[in-house]
């Protein structure tokens, strides 16, 4: 069986991972939200979420996040990204106050709102690295590490990811392994 998981997987499957997706796209195994997953608990070792959170709305970010937690094995480790909701508004003003940006404005404000390319496709939460820190903290998750280098040490290959102009927070959220007084 294998022991990872993509949720919001689109119609860009990784390779080596159970698919799940809000639409029944070629590919996908799981179809349905990433809150509602009934894997049972313990069962992963991975979870891989690439421009998906803020696609959830606060509310539902949250429930994704605790429903992973739940699913993955001590140890196990839940890898995403974000955009970087300063970053891009500050694209936002800039161009208004008439200053360069290394996007059009209307890929800056498709990366605000979503591209909206088909249902499910807009943006419905903005995230900055501290109330990521403080929501996977809420969630159970205290092991957590920030950079691009977590994607391509895993192999992952995302136009984004090359582009430091393109800025996403990129995370892994680490399940803590209990220690052997804690479970006594």
């Known amino acids: ?9 689109g119609q860009r499957p990784t390779p080596g991972y159970i698919h799940n997706d809000l639409n029944p796209f070629d590919g996908v195994d799981i179809v349905g939200s990433p809150w509602q997953i009934e894997l049972p608990g313990n069962a ?10 803020e696609h959830l709305t606060y509310g539902q970010a949250r429930e994704t ?3 992973i937690h739940r ?9 995403f990204d974000v955009p970087d909701i ?7 003003v800039d161009y208004f106050a008439g200053r360069s940006i290394p996007f059009s404005i209307d890929h800056v404000f498709s990366t605000l709102y979503g591209w909206q390319r088909w249902p499910g496709d807009e943006h419905k ?3 900055w690295q501290s109330k990521l820190e403080h929501e996977l903290n809420q969630c159970g998750f205290h092991e957590l590490d920030f950079g691009v280098q977590l ?7 995302r136009n984004r990811f090359m582009r ?3 800025v996403h927070i990129y995370c892994r959220a680490t399940k803590s392994v209990a220690s052997p007084a804690a479970s006594t």
């Open 1 to 9: 069986m294998l022991r990872k998981l993509e949720i919001g997987c």
């Open 44 to 53: 992963l070792d991975e979870v891989l979420a690439l421009g998906v959170v």
């Open 65 to 67: 996040f605790k429903n």
């Open 71 to 79: 699913m993955l094995a001590p140890g196990g480790a839940f890898l």
């Open 86 to 92: 300063p970053a891009w508004c500050q694209y936002a």
């Open 125 to 127: 939460s903005g995230w």
């Open 151 to 157: 994607m391509l040490d895993k192999g992952l290959i």
């Open 164 to 166: 430091p102009h393109d």
